[in-house]
């Protein structure tokens, strides 16, 4: 079964720049969420999917972060103007989507983003 | 109300000895409690889990401990290996039918370090 698939892998952009990442879910999973983990820190959950529509996004800073779940598959995650404080590793993970109880979630390897 | 807290925040051990790190919880609805295991480079993987109706829970020589009355949670790795060495983390989720279920709330991480 193949992982949960992020890309790219690493990007330095300078601050007021934009920057997008992508990932694609284990195939099946209805659940994707997007998380920041700054270094030294527990990732922190940015925003969830249910297929296509949003469940929560009250940690996304909406000012500059955005987020789209096209036909409940692939995401990509946009951050416009990038600040410092922006350096992270931006983890995605997917889920299936369960009813009764929750579900192991699958990580991707990670973007690391380094803001300059 | 959210915050899972772990302890201690960096482990140094010796080949064959015992590792424990500690998490404790503020919200009463947290009913999942994974225990994530990161490499440097690689994204969180699941390593055990546990539901709040068992007190604790055994995979080969990983231990979570589980007091549901004192709202705290421990991992224990017996035999510990410096393949063993990596951070830790410890996470909450809610249950279906909330907000965002399946969203995990980590704890900060704890360092391991197995030395041969």
């Known amino acids: 079964e193949a992982g949960v698939a992020q890309s790219p892998r690493y990007k330095i952009i300078e601050k007021r720049q934009s920057v997008a990442f992508w990932c694609n879910p284990i195939?099946?999973?209805?659940?994707l969420y997007w998380y920041q983990q700054i270094l030294g820190q527990g990732p922190k959950l940015l925003i969830q999917?249910?297929?296509?529509?949003?469940?929560?996004d009250s940690q996304l800073p909406k000012d500059r972060f955005s987020a789209e779940r096209l036909k409940g598959v692939d995401s990509t995650l946009k951050i416009q103007p990038a600040k410092l404080e922006d350096s992270a590793v931006y983890l995605c993970?997917?889920?299936?989507?369960?009813?009764?109880?929750?579900?192991?979630?699958?990580f991707g390897q990670g973007t690391r983003l380094t803001v300059v | 109300q959210q915050q899972v807290k772990q302890s201690p925040q960096s482990l140094i051990v010796q080949k064959g000895g015992i590792s424990i790190i500690n998490c404790a919880y503020e919200?009463?609805?947290?009913?999942?409690f994974p225990w994530y295991q990161q490499f440097p480079g690689k994204g969180p993987a699941l390593l055990i889990a546990?539901?709040?109706?068992?007190s604790e829970k055994k995979e080969g020589r990983f231990t979570i401990s589980f007091n549901k009355s004192a709202k705290q949670f421990s991992l224990h790795i017996m035999d510990s290996q410096p393949g063993d060495s990596a951070t830790y983390f410890c996470?909450?989720?809610?249950?279906?039918?909330?907000?965002?279920?399946?969203?995990?709330?980590f704890g900060q991480g704890t360092i391991l370090t197995v030395h041969p």
């Open positions: 993970a997917s889920s299936l989507a369960a009813a009764i109880m929750n579900t192991e979630a699958f």
């Open positions: 195939s099946g999973h209805a659940t």
């Open positions: 999917f249910q297929n296509n529509g949003v469940v929560d």
């Open positions: 919200n009463t609805a947290f009913d999942y």
């Open positions: 546990i539901r709040p109706d068992v």
């Open positions: 996470a909450a989720s809610i249950p279906p039918g909330g907000t965002s279920y399946g969203k995990l709330t």
